[in-house]
């Protein structure tokens, strides 16, 4: 009996009212740290950039095949924000370029690994102890031995380099964290009182899965995936500084940050601009992702 | 079960999960569109030339009587083929440029251990002060920062504004490393007692590992405090204050070993990670190390190159994952006693 | 007086949380004098072990107590220095808690946390306790452990829920102390094993002359071990008698609420629960806290809570319905 039970006012009586409440109280939740709300400002920032860049960038054009001698190698100007790089384009209008590129790779390697990793975890997690458990999670433990990084980099190597490549790459080595996470809930929760309950009262497996063990994995899915677009955009950037991933003259933040590693320190910007966006879309999304965590998390009785 | 059970049947599982990758990196490579012997030689060679590094390659084999004869090639004779890129050993390559990668790693891990720790314990001990509040900012900013952008920076900072460290190499132009016995030349440097030497290598180390280092270092900081702060309130903690145990000693011991469990597994992930990281410093800091040999293989597609790196790089893996179980299986009794956490 | 071990005299605890403060102790008057057996019952929620915390001022940092003072052997203990906290904490007090499992380290073996205990028992004084080894194993011999060097060395999660409240209870008796206080040191145990656990701490309890707290929500227990018991409801103590008057004669409408809602063996029907809930500690009622469930309630409940009022052979009780009896005397 916590008093957390005792809100007896009326605006909970109607299923409206109540998820109206749970958000508000989300929200508080979410917003008591100014860090995460400054997060969202930033993860809103980026997509906002990342959705209309043909009408934000200041120079469009420089994203495609543009050519410019003239102008190139420019230092930060009112002209050209971030200077231009060793073929005059306009660096501030390929990174917000660039941050198309890395948000739609983040939502295509979410969008597979998290339904796969999160069914395989819950299937192996809830059948854990029988052979089920024991084949998948080896098959996961393969993956796992290895750092997401290296083995995105092995696969995006043997095929061909391109932008579906490269999320395919990710994606391969990014799945098998969602089936670990999840793999342990599961196992856990599936001794909880309620889950035996609904056992014992019929409910079929998917059933269990879905709307017994599910929810309950919900905030630490929701966490993880708001942190990961961050740290997907980080590999991404370091397959596309290889050479893998998108190919120029199209934009990606890790290519410009390896054109601009060869011009140190002289051209000192066309470097460290890329490396600050990085960084930019990491915090963003790392702080986003904390803040959710928060807002998900329980009250301590 | 007890701590030696525990070990083998660790080493077993590892060895099986190393089968597993060989297959899968085996798989990949000989699947890669093109023909290998073609890509070596050149589109100019003869024909016959080609049919013969094929059947040198066991090309002209069923696939996997290939993975067969290529297991007892690695595990006999080491002989992981030559390397288009450099026309050596794909062995000699990988000793020439692994220990290099290893001194880095090395370094960043003694780092990251050192720095992570002791940061996330100081930010535990004096929580929500203004201490407290700065070793979480940066950390914070550690994090979110990528090892390569750290790269930039810190070279910027402290080759080009402030000439304090060399930018370059493992060690200084024209000076020649010491006697090869490990292929680390801090360490062979300090066994044939050369100081000097020591030191320059070290000086070369130093940015580059540091880079590494701040984001899992500030990952591991985070983690400790948030572990010690989630286990401040448990029964536990309060029975022994209320004891009368010292407050110091309730932290320093009781409060430190169970929290120590979760940061030490996600530093072993970090190192791990790490090398994968390196190759990107090195790159930055023009550091020939394994990670860079690694890409430009991967490149080139110089097939036995890659599966070479891949396995190396696997084995390190699987071994510091049995390192790390081990060390937890040691903290965390349960691990040792039931096999699983509580 | 020279013979109360504990006073606690008029203890707020408030607590920081979401939306607002939990007003969780609202002005808790609790005393034990040396060598008494004392019960604390109350339902979950009320406030037991947040008052044992609070004394043992092991409180989590969200706690904070606005107004109110605890003496234990004369000394006010909230505004203790260090050293003398460390002194009451070696040789003052020690506390069984509810669950076993989180009361013991988990890392560390049985012998370790008992040395560790033994050896900080001297507090400030910084003796060397001779022989802790000895001392650890009379311990556990006396809590009625078997193979007690094995155990020694053994980890918590190796021993049955039984064995782990037998350590805590050695624990609590390894050096001397003046007072026990056992949290429901039997709700998560088997009923076999229940027995067997309070009847040790009750002989212990005995043997070396301390005070003993013991906070349960069963009346049953209360009724065969303590010699004095106060009822707790939300944040308040609402009524206090020697253990065979409260059960003879309860006055206040809650405890008779209570103890008719304990099935009877000798038949009679379904017992009756009490309706309704324990209040919202962030809004709770001005008055007497037990007054929107109370079929008593007049006109004098909602206003102000009520002070104790003695009915009689040492017999307190916080209600209204009593003003009239022996004067409004508020009690130390």
């Known amino acids: 009996?916590?008093?957390?039970?005792?809100?007896?006012?009326?605006?909970?009586?109607?299923?409206?009212?109540?998820?109206?409440?749970?958000?508000?109280?989300?929200?508080?939740?979410?917003?008591?740290?100014?860090?995460?709300?400054?997060?969202?400002?930033?993860?809103?920032?980026?997509?906002?950039?990342?959705?209309?860049?043909?009408?934000?960038?200041?120079?469009?054009?420089?994203?495609?095949?543009?050519?410019?001698?003239?102008?190139?190698?420019?230092?930060?100007?009112?002209?050209?924000?971030?200077?231009?790089?060793?073929?005059?384009?306009?660096?501030?209008?390929?990174?917000?370029?660039?941050?198309?590129?890395?948000?739609?790779?983040?939502?295509?390697?979410?969008?597979?690994?998290?339904?796969?990793?999160?069914?395989?975890?819950?299937?192996?997690?809830?059948?854990?102890?029988?052979?089920?458990?024991?084949?998948?999670?080896?098959?996961?433990?393969?993956?796992?031995?290895?750092?997401?990084?290296?083995?995105?980099?092995?696969?995006?190597?043997?095929?061909?380099?391109?932008?579906?490549?490269?999320?395919?790459?990710?994606?391969?080595?990014?799945w098998p964290w969602y089936t670990r996470m999840t793999y342990s809930l599961a196992s856990s929760i599936k001794n909880e009182y309620y889950v035996q309950a609904a056992e014992l009262t019929g409910a079929s497996k998917i059933y269990i899965l879905f709307h017994e063990i599910l929810p309950n994995c919900s905030s630490s899915l929701f966490t993880k995936m708001a942190l990961d677009v961050g740290w997907v955009t980080l590999v991404g950037a370091a397959l596309s500084f290889v050479g893998l991933g998108e190919q120029p003259p199209k934009p990606a933040l890790g290519t410009m940050i390896a054109e601009g590693v060869e011009r140190m320190p002289a051209q000192w910007w066309i470097a460290l601009f890329p490396a600050l966006a990085i960084m930019f879309v990491v915090l963003g999304f790392n702080l986003f992702g904390d803040g959710i965590r928060d807002a998900l998390s329980p009250e301590e009785a | 079960m007890r701590l030696g059970p525990f070990i083998l049947r660790r080493l077993a599982i590892s060895i099986f999960v190393l089968f597993g990758l060989s297959i899968l990196i085996f798989l990949i490579a000989r699947v890669v569109p093109g023909d290998p012997a073609r890509m070596a030689l050149g589109p100019r060679a003869p024909v016959d030339v080609v049919e013969r590094l094929r059947q040198q390659m066991y090309l002209d084999k069923p696939l996997l009587q290939q993975y067969g004869l290529w297991l007892r090639d690695v595990v006999t004779h080491g002989n992981l083929g030559d390397s288009l890129l450099t026309r050596r050993p794909v062995k000699q390559d990988i000793r020439e440029f692994f220990p290099a990668t290893l001194e880095l790693v090395g370094l960043t891990a003694i780092f990251i251990i050192i720095a992570g720790i002791s940061l996330g314990v100081i930010s535990a001990r004096y929580a929500n002060t203004w201490v407290d509040k700065v070793v979480r900012l940066f950390s914070y900013l550690g994090i979110v920062t990528p090892a390569f952008a750290w790269a930039v920076i810190?070279?910027?900072?402290?080759?080009?504004?402030?000439?304090?460290?060399?930018?370059?190499?493992?060690?200084?132009?024209?000076?020649?490393?010491?006697?090869?016995?490990?292929?680390?030349?801090?360490?062979?440097?300090?066994?044939?007692?050369?100081?000097?030497?020591?030191?320059?290598?070290?000086?070369?180390?130093?940015?580059?590992?540091?880079?590494?280092?701040?984001?899992?270092?500030?990952?591991?900081?985070?983690?400790?405090?948030?572990?010690?702060?989630?286990?401040?309130?448990?029964?536990?903690?309060?029975?022994?204050?209320?004891?009368?145990?010292?407050?110091?000693?309730?932290?320093?011991?009781?409060?430190?070993?169970?929290?120590?469990?979760?940061?030490?597994?996600?530093?072993?992930?970090?190192?791990?990670?790490?090398?994968?990281?390196?190759?990107?410093?090195?790159?930055?800091?023009?550091?020939?190390?394994?990670?860079?040999?690694?890409?430009?293989?991967?490149?080139?597609?110089?097939?036995?190159?890659?599966?070479?790196?891949?396995?190396?790089?696997?084995?390190?893996?699987?071994?510091?994952n049995i390192v790390v179980d081990i060390i937890v299986a040691y903290l965390d009794p349960r691990i040792r006693l039931l096999g699983r956490s509580v | 007086m020279s013979e109360t071990l504990l006073d606690i005299k008029n203890l707020h605890v408030w607590f920081k949380v979401y939306g607002g403060v939990l007003k969780v102790l609202n002005g808790v008057n609790f005393n034990v004098k040396f060598g008494e057996k004392v019960g604390l019952v109350g339902e979950a929620g009320c406030g037991k072990t947040t008052t044992m915390k609070a004394l043992l001022r092991v409180l989590p940092n969200l706690a904070l107590i606005p107004e109110g003072d605890i003496f234990v052997r004369g000394k006010n203990i909230l505004k203790l220095n260090s050293r003398e906290l460390a002194d009451l904490r070696g040789r003052g007090l020690s506390m069984i808690f509810q669950d076993p499992t989180s009361a013991l380290n988990p890392v560390f073996t049985i012998g370790q946390q008992l040395y560790d205990i033994i050896k900080y028992s001297a507090g400030s004084s910084g003796q060397k306790v001779a022989n802790k080894k000895n001392v650890a194993l009379s311990a556990l011999y006396e809590a009625r452990l078997p193979d007690a060097e094995r155990m020694l060395d053994s980890y918590p999660i190796q021993l049955s829920g039984g064995m782990r409240q037998r350590v805590c209870i050695a624990f609590a008796i390894a050096t001397a102390r003046d007072l026990l206080i056992a949290d429901e040191p039997t709700t998560n145990l088997d009923v076999t094993i229940q027995d067997q656990v309070l009847r040790l701490i009750r002989d212990l309890v005995e043997k070396k002359g301390a005070s003993l707290i013991l906070i349960t929500h069963s009346l049953g227990l209360a009724r065969e071990i303590t010699e004095r018991v106060y009822v707790m409801y939300a944040g308040n103590m609402i009524e206090m008698a020697a253990t065979s008057l409260l059960f003879k004669k309860p006055f206040h409408p809650y405890t008779q609420g209570l103890l008719s809602s304990v099935p009877r063996l000798s038949g009679g029907g379904f017992a009756e629960g009490i309706p309704g809930r324990i209040p919202d500690y962030r809004n709770p009622p001005p008055g007497c806290r037990f007054e929107p469930r109370c079929q008593y309630a007049f006109e004098p409940c909602s206003k102000a809570m009520p002070p104790y009022i003695n009915v009689g052979d040492g017999h307190q009780v916080a209600c209204y319905l009593y003003q009239d009896v022996q004067g409004d005397r508020k009690n130390a």
């Open chain 2, 154 to 320: 810190l070279m910027l900072l402290f080759c080009f504004v402030w000439h304090l460290f060399p930018s370059y190499g493992r060690l200084t132009e024209g000076v020649m490393p010491p006697v090869t016995i490990t292929g680390m030349y801090t360490v062979d440097s300090l066994l044939n007692g050369r100081l000097d030497l020591f030191w320059d290598a070290v000086v070369h180390l130093i940015l580059p590992a540091i880079a590494l280092a701040l984001p899992p270092m500030s990952q591991a900081a985070r983690l400790t405090r948030s572990s010690m702060a989630d286990n401040q309130n448990k029964d536990y903690i309060a029975s022994m204050i209320a004891y009368g145990v010292p407050n110091r000693v309730v932290t320093g011991k009781y409060l430190l070993k169970p929290s120590l469990i979760s940061p030490i597994t996600v530093m072993a992930l970090d190192i791990a990670a790490t090398f994968g990281y390196a190759f990107m410093v090195e790159k930055v800091f023009g550091f020939p190390g394994l990670a860079r040999y690694g890409i430009q293989v991967m490149l080139n597609k110089d097939v036995n190159a890659i599966v070479g790196v891949v396995m190396v790089l696997g084995v390190v893996f699987i071994t510091l």
């Open chain 1, 1 to 174: 009996m916590t008093t957390e039970g005792m809100l007896t006012s009326s605006s909970l009586k109607n299923p409206w009212g109540r998820t109206l409440y749970s958000l508000k109280r989300t929200w508080y939740k979410f917003s008591r740290n100014w860090l995460s709300v400054l997060g969202l400002v930033i993860v809103v920032t980026i997509v906002f950039l990342a959705v209309f860049a043909p009408y934000v960038a200041p120079y469009p054009q420089h994203a495609g095949k543009f050519v410019d001698f003239k102008g190139k190698n420019q230092p930060p100007s009112w002209q050209h924000l971030m200077g231009t790089d060793t073929i005059g384009r306009d660096i501030l209008s390929r990174i917000i370029f660039a941050f198309r590129n890395a948000l739609l790779m983040a939502i295509v390697v979410l969008a597979v690994s998290v339904p796969l990793g999160t069914l395989t975890g819950l299937t192996a997690g809830y059948y854990s102890g029988t052979w089920t458990d024991t084949v998948i999670m080896r098959v996961t433990d393969v993956f796992i031995s290895i750092p997401p990084i290296i083995l995105a980099l092995s696969i995006a190597a043997v095929l061909k380099p391109t932008l579906m490549n490269s999320m395919i790459a990710v994606t391969v080595s990014w």
